[in-house]
Every structure is written in structure tokens, then in C-alpha cells.
């Protein structure tokens, strides 16, 4: 499985902004996608998860701002960020699993920065 996220960039505090990752290769189900960021000098911490069964789940920080979505026809996982602060600056990884092996997949990151 190959994962390509884009959409990251500079914006200003407030405003929105989403993310894509695109996977490809063997994407089977059940499978669990997530999003994760790491802002600079901390470690990768998990934002949010979309499992293909649809339950979707949040961490603290970015409930109710964030929305994660995926397309499976397209086999896409999304983040819609929405009301954005300075502490929102980091890199944003996504990551795909199997279900049925656990088997791990991470992205290359896209990088969101966000100014005062």
C-alpha cells in the first residue's frame, strides 16, 4: 500500500484548509485509516481515525474543528481542518491499516502551517 497526502500549506489562524491521501495498491477490507501530525521538537500524535465500517473517532484537540471523511471509490482519506491555530502547525501524516493483519502503512507527510 502506497499513501500520497497533499494539501498542506501556509494559512492564516482561523482559517480552513483540507488534507487528502490518496492510497494505492492493495487496499483490502476491513481496513482503519487515520491521521496523525507532528509538530516540530514533539512526537507524532493521532488525530483522528476513519474506519471503513464508517465510525469515526477524535482526539480532544481537534473535536469539533476537524472532520475526517474518506471516498472509498477513490480510496481517499480527508481531512476537512477547519478554525485553525498557530498550534495547529505541524506535519500531518496519514496512515493506512489492515484490519485482518495489522499490517501499517504511513504517508510522507504534508506539512500545515499556520501564522498569527
Known amino acids: 500500500v502506497q499513501l500520497q497526502a497533499s494539501g498542506g500549506g501556509l494559512v492564516q489562524a482561523g482559517d480552513s484548509l483540507r488534507l487528502s491521501c490518496a492510497a494505492s495498491?492493495?487496499?483490502?477490507?476491513?481496513?482503519?485509516m487515520r491521521w496523525y501530525r507532528q509538530a516540530p521538537g514533539n512526537q507524532r500524535k493521532w488525530i483522528a481515525t476513519?474506519?471503513?465500517?464508517?465510525?469515526?473517532n477524535y482526539a480532544d484537540s481537534v473535536k469539533d474543528r476537524f472532520t475526517i471523511s474518506r471516498d472509498n471509490a477513490k480510496n481517499t482519506l480527508y481531512l476537512r481542518m477547519n478554525t485553525l491555530s498557530p498550534e495547529d502547525t505541524a506535519v500531518y501524516y496519514c496512515?493506512?491499516?489492515?484490519?485482518?493483519?495489522?499490517?501499517?502503512?504511513w504517508g510522507q507527510g504534508t506539512l500545515v502551517t499556520v501564522s498569527s
Open positions: 496512515n493506512f491499516q489492515l484490519q485482518l493483519t495489522q499490517r501499517s502503512y
Open positions: 495498491g492493495s487496499i483490502d477490507s476491513p481496513n482503519i
Open positions: 476513519s474506519e471503513s465500517n464508517g465510525r469515526t
